[in-house]
Nanobody, 124 residues
Framework: QVQLVESGGGLVQAGGSLRLSCAASTRALRGYMLGWFRQAPGKEREFVGGISKSGGTTTYADSVKGRFTISRDNAKNTAYLQMNSLKPEDTAVYYC?????????????????WGQGTQVTVSS
């Protein structure tokens, strides 16, 4: 069982930055690929980006490419989502998730463990 806890959300003006963290309860986090998802009110949960087990490969949704960066520190059992140039449409609850697939998954069903989410609100 892996427990994930997100932090770092908050209120920021458009154009600003936030860094979300995802802390895992297991020292074996390196055995999981990690993904970040978000869900805005009235919308389905969507894939934001993901990172491979080693951290050597990342992939992003087109809507955040060039603005968001995912990283991980397996020694600290923590993953990060650096969000720059934030837009009001980035407002959502952000979730991190861990999965056992060998490659980065973009579908939520491919993830086994989820955090509780952290709210990000971008004002215009």
């Amino acid at each position: 069982q892996v427990q994930l806890v997100e932090s770092g959300g908050g209120l920021v003006q458009a154009g600003g930055s936030l860094r979300l963290s995802c802390a895992a309860s297991t020292r074996a986090l390196r055995g999981y690929m990690l993904g970040w998802f978000r869900q805005a009110p009235g919308k389905e949960r969507e894939f934001v980006g993901g990172i491979s087990k080693s951290g050597g490969t990342t992939t992003y949704a087109d809507s955040v490419k060039g603005r968001f960066t995912i990283s991980r520190d397996n020694a600290k059992n923590t993953a990060y989502l650096q969000m720059n140039s934030l837009k009001p449409e980035d407002t959502a609850v952000y979730y991190c998730a861990a999965g056992t697939r060998l490659t980065i998954a973009t579908m939520s069903n491919d993830y086994n463990y989820w955090g509780q989410g952290t709210q990000v609100t971008v004002s215009s």
